[in-house]
């Protein structure tokens, strides 16, 4: 048996090796449950009873996916211009951070203060971003150590506001602010925790991301950047500007994930742990699998809003550990990678002639 | 293919060390190597000559391991192997030394050789090696520091890392790929003495190479590939420039292209006292004046190395200057970048086409408006007119003759004379003032060098100001109008091309004053 390159591949292959992919790491999943004494049945029928008979099951894969979509779309475009963004983490809790800041201390009103949160939570994420790409565009430090650190920089901020200056004087000792006025909080779809603004944001964003990207000229210079500097400074493209502005709109999108978590959700901002879930971290995933590709990240981070819900069914319903979750997902990007070389690769067996 | 039969047997009735027999390898789309038959003597030079996409680095790539043929064998001291790896080349005694080096830059010298070689010590190998480095060099005639970190070192002593890394490893046959592209002449003729060492201590060396005169200066035997197929294997003292050339091209050889005719205009890029420092710090372009008027074509002749690249990158504004001024027409462009320069007319086809030229994955239509695509017709404000972009590209393709599966075909796909079509065809658009043209025909197989050559003078004759960087004399002669001589950062001469021939320009390039 042995591997023979293979020329360009159509779209129909290159859609069904990771869908094939996929469904593998999730048989792999059962078979890990299995491990833990728990019947793949049984877990598999938990599943979709859980999530796909009834509504609010449903709205719960949505509530997961909708900061994953946000955040991984955002990265999309970073990443397609080699911005190594790993800062999503830490760019939604500074999202999440001013979200709050402006719900309880900028005294806005009524039907102005939840677009002023999310307008904050874009700047507050955007501009965390963009410090790490100056320091790329102009002094050339490398952005994966920049962006990953200043996630722990974000954590602790979060920390000490929650914990210091922000405490709330409601919350009897707990480290967490005061909940957020009524007019801060989005509104559900009716009979589910969904905050329903949220899915329509992600999918706006999501395409005017890959609008950004596919039909303007600065997403040209975004993919020329990306694809050869050499060649993105040769053709004119302005590289301290270009890269600015993906920060910005990278990890904008990030904050408007940690937006709608504590308008959606929350109601308060409260420890990061709590408001992130590891979000930042997953939409790595979700903009790897969706080839960088904005608009596709809708339904890779559908794909793992599903395999974060299906966790939450199995602690509930089996007393599956949560950290499950974590291994699951480490396994569909496992497969993932490793199906890559089928796309590359044809496999021939026996003789030596192709 | 009966001289390859012929051929089998060498001087001395000893068998050739290597054969081989009818091979052939397909690419999709592509035959690269059809039924290749040819041997190789111990103790001989042979030279493979052919031009770009004649199949030469196939075939060398499938006696280093690298591909696998379709068809075909091949015999090595009259067994017949099979190598699937260079692993297995090197212990058949066959070892390469590429066209591109794959040093680790960061390490020393002995360092590079130990690599992955077999019996050195676990703990500090390059210590090991460097007594053998020290005296491979010696005999050979290739000095260079075992102690010397890569980085630090020229092309030509890299090479000679590479080639001490094949020997150090006991092969028979070496191979080099393309060896002198990236030699100064001098160092050209100190790589052949080596190789004639090589073949006074036994060794057989294939030789690959595009080049006539080299064939001349240092192979015994040469095998003329062209298409993929071997149309002849002979001997170098029974055979002649043109009888090779002929063989190589398949066609007559093209006429030089016409002098120029008309008188040029007036002064459209203005060079006064520059200075432009290299990467590494120094000056790399020292006090050069110049101008270049509508309607000519200016030769910049040297050997690489000499400031060009700098030059060029400082008048496309790739790179800021640290003293003096660069004017186009009126306007004051120095220190701008090169958004600003190409919007003042001036025009790159740059010299390392696929590193800066072009976006290899991104497709044909987007890389002919790499540098129009912010400007109308192909923008209306942020957004990009896919319509126009594509309606421009299909012109382009049928006017300049780019073969490609399609406009949306990644440039990768292409061949190094397509993509420099494409070069000129994007750079030529819009009519720029000036052209600052670098080895726009590096490469590239006589057919396409013609059409190349046919394009610059069309801009000359329109009006645009060009300086025609390039190492090879020939074009240099043929297209100028005025020809500057450039030696260690310095224009050192004018000359008019009646005034020029190729060893005047050769002493004048080697800093000889002539």
């Not at chain 2, 075992?146 to 002593?157: C, F, I, R």
């Not at chain 2, 090779?244 to 002064?267: C, N």
């Amino acid at each position: 048996m042995r591997l023979v390159p293979r020329g360009p591949v159509g779209p129909a292959l290159s859609l069904l090796v990771p869908l094939f992919s996929v469904l593998l790491a999730f048989a792999a999943s059962l078979l890990l449950l299995a491990l833990f004494g728990t019947s793949p049945r049984e877990a598999a029928v938990a599943v979709y009873q859980g999530l796909f008979t009834d509504l609010r099951g449903f709205s719960e894969l949505l509530r997961r996916a909708v900061p994953l979509v946000l955040a991984g779309a955002g990265l999309a475009l970073a990443f397609r211009a080699q911005f190594w963004n790993i800062g999503a983490e830490g760019q939604l809790l500074l999202g999440a951070v001013a979200a709050a800041g402006v719900a309880l201390f900028s005294g806005i009103e009524g039907g102005w203060l939840l677009p002023a949160m999310a307008l904050a939570a874009f700047l507050a994420g955007g501009l965390w971003a963009l410090l790490a790409a100056v320091l790329k565009a102009r002094l050339e430090v490398n952005d994966v150590i920049t962006t990953l650190m200043l996630n722990y920089v974000a954590v602790y901020l979060v920390e000490w506001l929650i914990h210091g200056p922000w405490k709330g004087k409601t919350a009897f000792g707990f480290a967490y602010t005061d909940r957020f006025p009524e007019a801060a909080s989005l509104p559900l779809f009716p009979g589910t925790a969904l905050a329903w603004p949220g899915v329509v944001l992600a999918v706006l964003l999501a395409g005017f991301f890959a609008w950004l990207l596919f039909a303007t000229t600065f997403g040209f210079e975004v993919r020329v950047l990306g694809e050869n500097p050499e060649a993105a400074r040769y053709a004119g493209v302005r590289a301290t500007v270009t890269l600015s502005l993906v920060a910005l709109f990278s990890g904008g999108a990030a904050g408007l994930a940690g937006f709608v978590e504590v308008a959606g959700t929350h109601h308060k901002l409260l420890s990061p742990l709590q408001i992130s879930l590891g979000y930042g971290y997953t939409a790595i995933i979700v903009a790897w699998l969706a080839r960088n590709h904005p608009l596709l990240a809708v339904l890779t981070g559908l794909l793992i809003g599903f395999v974060f819900a299906a966790g939450d069914v199995l602690k509930v319903a089996l007393m599956v550990p949560f950290q499950l979750v974590e291994v699951v997902n480490g396994l569909v990007l496992f497969f993932l990678i490793a199906g890559e070389v089928f796309l590359r690769y044809r496999v021939v067996f026996g003789g030596r002639r192709g | 293919m009966e001289e390859a039969e012929a051929s089998s047997r060498c001087p001395g009735s000893s068998p050739p060390f290597l054969e081989v027999r009818n091979v052939t390898k397909r690419f999709p789309g592509v035959v690269a190597n059809d039924r290749v038959s040819f041997s190789v003597c111990p103790g001989e030079v042979h030279a493979l000559l052919g031009e770009n996409g004649a199949g030469k680095s196939t075939l060398v790539s499938i006696l280093y391991g690298l591909l696998e043929p379709d068809e075909g064998e091949i015999v090595i001291r009259g067994q017949k192997v099979r190598i699937r790896s260079p692993k297995d080349a090197l212990e058949l005694g066959i070892g390469l030394v590429p066209q591109h080096f794959l040093l680790v830059k960061k390490h020393t010298v002995a360092e590079n050789v130990a690599l992955g070689l077999k019996g050195v010590p676990f703990f500090r190998p390059a210590r090991a090696v460097a007594p053998r480095i020290r005296e491979l060099g010696e005999r050979y005639g290739l000095p260079v520091d075992p102690d010397a970190y890569v980085w630090q070192l020229s092309a030509g002593e890299q090479q000679r890392v590479e080639i001490l890394k094949v020997l150090v490893r006991d092969v028979t046959l070496l191979m080099l790929d393309e060896p002198t592209s990236v030699l100064t002449p001098q160092e050209a003729r100190g790589l052949f003495e080596v190789l004639r060492r090589m073949k006074a201590e036994g060794h057989a060396v294939i030789f690959i190479t595009h080049k006539l005169e080299e064939v001349f200066a240092v192979a015994d035997r040469v095998t003329v590939l062209r298409r993929g197929r071997v149309v002849a294997s002979l001997s170098v003292r029974e055979t002649d420039p043109q009888t090779l050339a002929r063989l190589m091209v398949g066609e007559e050889l093209p006429e030089p292209a016409a002098r120029p005719a008309r008188t040029p205009g007036r002064e459209l890029l203005f060079v006064e006292d520059l200075w432009v420092r290299s990467d590494r710090g120094f000056y790399a372009v020292k006090d050069v004046s110049f101008t270049l008027r509508e309607g000519e074509v200016v030769g910049l002749a040297g050997v690489a190395g000499n400031g060009q690249s700098e030059l060029i990158e400082a008048l496309t504004g790739l790179r800021r200057p640290e003293r003096g001024w660069i004017r186009v027409g009126e306007r004051d462009l120095t220190g701008k970048d090169a958004r600003v320069f190409f919007e003042a007319g001036v025009a790159h086809v740059p010299e390392d086409r696929n590193r800066r030229g072009v976006v290899a994955t991104l497709s044909v239509a987007e890389n002919l408006v790499l540098r129009h695509y912010r400007y109308p017709p192909f923008a209306r404000g942020p957004v990009l007119d896919r319509r126009a972009v594509r309606r421009f590209a299909l012109e382009e393709v049928k006017r300049y003759d780019i073969r490609t599966p399609s406009i949306d075909a990644p440039v990768r796909l292409l061949s190094g004379g397509n993509v420099q079509k494409l070069i000129l065809a994007r750079e030529l658009y819009g009519e720029p003032k000036v052209l600052v043209a670098a080895h726009p025909t590096y490469g590239l197989d006589v057919a396409a060098a013609r059409q190349v050559h046919g394009r610059i003078l069309e801009a000359r004759d329109r009006g645009a100001a060009i300086l025609l960087v390039s190492e090879d004399l020939e074009e240099i002669l043929a297209l100028s109008s005025r020809i500057l001589v450039i030696f260690e950062g310095r224009i050192i001469a004018e000359l008019a091309p009646e005034e020029a021939s190729k060893e005047r320009l050769g002493m004048l390039m080697a800093g000889v004053a002539a």
